[in-house]
């Protein structure tokens, strides 16, 4: 049975969401204060995290942060909040979903649904794959350990991050949109927003480029997409 933590200071939103997932066949914990939802984050073992933005003694972004210097499994963030930089900020931190509140309690359970499927997925695929290896002009990626390298130091992606430039990588000198980007990484294309494809691009080149706002790995097509240079 899946794990799931809910971090939420609502208790009668985090009630009804697991309720939702408890019905799904989920085993869920609540916690309502920051700081001690980020130590049972780290302590304990859980398939995916649902992430409050505004929290006491902790918000979500600080604990974004924190979970993904050592975790790597799906963290849904949740949020009042419209603003895109608040998005922007969210997924540029590693969440891997951003949800505007209000939503229905049946979308969170198809988000959850989608994220555990594709993460058990690339579990299966790093596990079972043959050693695989994209390596162009100094950028070194290592498809079966999911680790890449640039000039042989190496660089920490999220999975997304990861995904999105090895699609890119496996597929030189071909324009992709960004629908086409959002469909075959998140594979969600229903559930999320294509200004996921752009924070995600932006975060990409901020770790594998020398000089991110000149760069030699992926380039913009304007008004088309992107396409990685061969």
Known sequence: MKKILIIEDEITIAELQRDYLEVNGFSVDIQQQGDIGLK??????????????????MDGFEIC???????????LMISAKKEDV???????LGADDYITKPFSPSELVARVKAHLSRYDRLSTNKNNGEKEEIKIRGLSIDKTSRRVFVNEREITLTTKEFDLLTLLASNPNRVYTKDELFDKVWGMESLGDIATVTVHIRRVREKIELDPSNPKYIHTIWGVGYRFEL
Do not use: T
Not at 40 to 57: H, R, V
Not at 65 to 75: A, C, F, S
């Open 86 to 92: 608040d998005k922007i900020r969210g997924l540029g």
């Open 40 to 57: 049972k984050a780290l302590e304990e073992s859980y398939d995916l995290i649902i992430l409050d933005l505004m929290l006491p003694m």
């Open 65 to 75: 942060r924190q979970i993904r210097k050592v975790k790597d499994i799906p963290i």
